[in-house]
């Protein structure tokens, strides 16, 4: 029923329910598409295909595929499965197939994919995913230790993804994000998904160029209008998009990237100036085998505009990068900054210090009253030591504070010129008399009008 040319057998619109068992081990390509193919089970094939590289079975309705169903056609190199009804991939189902360079699996009803299930597709390129039930963008196929070192084009589009990994999309090389396709999702409107998308667009990329009017997100208000992303600076008000420069502080090493759109392409630079890098790993400024430029010790006069040429057997591709050079080191800035900060430390401690000093200095009247005439009357005395000429007013307090009223017969002063006890005999108290010493009574009352000019009152 099969129809064979050379190494290409073609059962294509067959009515087939399986594929046919007897096939020869020149076949190299095989189609069975079209068909009523609903399982692809274990051992599908008696013995090993070798030489079997392009396997179509698209159109079949096919539901299931066995976890052991590729191990006799290990050489595939393209391998079609789409329009079909497959609602997930388990694990390790392609595993097999590690010369696999095109998968296609888009138009199924696929919602459910095993972090697994390309685990081993070490040689896969291209894989179509696209118009299928897909909620999850799957990020371990371009970024993880386990990503798909060749994978160049990855189709998501036209699937239920509502979020992007933004930050790990622009993080990407410019040749994986030039094949990344995600138009035509329910993605929600926000304006870091118009930042990503925009900058795509200025370098050029396929997936933003190709599909640019497919590009929609859903506004996150209560209305769920649908709006073209490119569009999202005028309903979201989202700032333009503008390339940053490369910074650098002097004796620095910078590095900058030659991020071309294709990959393993020939790249040369130009300096500032259309001065060609020399040859030579003894330069200050030296390309990297990676195609990135390497400027050693970098000084103010490096600064300006460099040029990477990209060049390949399909195309050719230039990009600029702007440097700018701060004319400081980076420790230096630092150490700076440090002595800023501690002299503003030194200021504010400071500030808090005269503050308690004035508003916080303990009392000396009322919750000492013992210490505070203590203090007073050696302040009164270290005042009058240090003062050659005191003033009335502090004589005139001192005697209101340590004045006595006494009455005396008026008799006892006549012929005394003022003076009490003329004969200079001095009254004794009775404390003294007693034994406890004697004291003048007159020094006692009279302490505080040493220096005083006018008759006291005793």
């Known amino acids: 029923m099969c129809i064979c040319a050379s190494n290409i057998v073609s059962c294509s619109k067959m009515n087939l329910t399986m594929v046919p068992s007897d096939l020869p081990n020149y076949t190299a390509v095989l189609d069975v598409s079209f068909n009523e193919i609903t399982g692809l089970r274990a051992q599908w094939t008696k013995h090993k295909l070798p030489n079997l590289h392009n396997l179509l079975l698209s159109h079949n309705g096919l539901s299931f595929i066995s976890s052991e169903a590729f191990i006799f056609v290990k050489q595939l190199r393209y391998l079609d499965l789409s329009s079909n009804t497959l609602r997930q991939l388990d694990e390790f189902i392609f595993e097999p197939l590690v010369h696999l360079e095109v998968l296609l699996l888009y138009n199924n009803q696929i919602s459910q994919i095993d972090r697994t299930a390309f685990t081993g597709l070490t040689s896969l390129q291209k894989l179509y995913l696209s118009q299928n039930q897909v909620s999850r963008f799957p990020l371990e196929l371009v970024k993880d230790k386990n990503r798909l070192e060749k994978l160049s084009l990855l ?69 769920k209008r649908v709006l073209r992303l490119y569009d999202l600076n005028v309903h ?42 020399p040859l030579g790993d003894n330069q200050s400024i030296v390309v990297l085998k990676d195609g990135s430029l390497e400027i050693k010790s970098i000084r103010p006069e490096d600064s300006g505009v460099y040029t990477c040429f990209g060049v390949s057997e399909y195309l050719n591709e230039t990009l600029y990068v702007v440097v700018k050079v701060h004319n400081f080191t980076l420790s230096g800035n630092g150490e700076t900054l440090n ?58 307090t001192k005697a209101e504070l340590n004045r006595h009223v006494a009455f005396i017969d008026p008799k006892d002063l006549q012929g005394q010129n003022g003076k009490v006890n003329p004969n200079g005999e001095e009254e004794v108290d009775e404390e003294a008399m007693q034994g406890k010493g004697k004291r003048k009574k007159s020094v006692a009352d009279s302490i505080s009008s040493v220096f005083s000019d006018t008759p006291i009152v005793v």
Not at 175 to 194: A, P, S
Not at 349 to 358: D, N, P
């Open 155 to 223: 189709d998501l589009s036209s699937n239920r993804i509502k979020v992007l990994p933004i930050q790990d999309l622009q993080a990407l090389p410019a040749w994986i994000k030039n094949g990344l396709y995600f138009h035509n999702n329910t993605l929600i409107c926000d304006c870091e998904l118009y930042s990503l998308m925009a900058h795509w667009y200025i370098r050029r990329l396929n997936s933003a160029v190709d599909f640019k009017d497919d590009h929609t997100c859903v506004h996150p208000g209560p209305d």
């Open 236 to 277: 979201m008000n989202c700032s333009t998009f503008k390339e940053t420069d490369q910074e650098a502080y002097l004796e620095q090493t910078l590095t900058l990237s030659c991020d071309t759109r294709h990959r393993n392409m020939s790249k040369t630079w130009m300096l500032p100036g259309n001065i060609v890098v």
């Open 339 to 396: 002595t800023a900060y501690t002299t503003l430390v030194g200021c504010l401690a400071s500030v808090v210090l005269v503050l308690i000093y004035l508003y916080m200095t303990p009392c000396r009247c009322f919750c000492c009253p013992d210490q505070g005439k203590k203090n007073q009357h050696e302040d009164s005395i270290h005042s009058s030591m240090l003062s050659a000429t005191p003033t009335h007013e502090d004589m005139a």
